[in-house]
Nanobody, 123 residues
Framework: HVQLVESGGGSVQPGGSLILSCRVS????????MGWLRQAPGKAREGVAT???????GYADSVKGRFTISLDKAESTVYLQMNSLNAEDAAIYYC??????????????????WGRGTQVTVS
């Protein structure tokens, strides 16, 4: 039974930082492609960052240089370090796992497992 549980969301001032965590159970994080996606009010869910089983990472253009995705295999946890946050980053952030092989990680429909999300507010 696969479970993804996010934590670390909250409210932060513009320019601030947050670290999101996604605890994975049912398989070991790092054995499958993992990602963070977000959805702001009135907007479609969008890909933020991804880390593949070989450690390859990818980022949306809007977060490059500010966000970092990482993985702790021993803790089976995926992290998203978010720096220099601005109002456009406010959203519910979702952890996702097990991307369809060869699929575009930005495609919401190609992820097999999802967490319930954690709210990030920037104000």
């Amino acid at each position: 039974h696969v479970q993804l549980v996010e934590s670390g969301g909250g409210s932060v001032q513009p320019g601030g930082s947050l670290i999101l965590s996604c605890r994975v159970s049912g398989f070991t994080a790092g054995g499958r492609c993992m990602g963070w996606l977000r959805q702001a009010p009135g907007k479609a869910r969008e890909g933020v960052a991804t880390i593949d089983s070989d450690g390859t990472t990818g980022y949306a253009d809007s977060v490059k240089g500010r966000f970092t995705i990482s993985l702790d295999k021993a803790e089976s946890t995926v992290y998203l370090q978010m720096n220099s946050l601005n109002a456009e980053d406010a959203a519910i952030y979702y952890c996702a796992a097990d991307l369809v092989s060869g699929g575009d990680w930005r495609s919401v429909d190609l992820w097999s497992y999802w967490g319930r999300g954690t709210q990030v507010t920037v104000s």
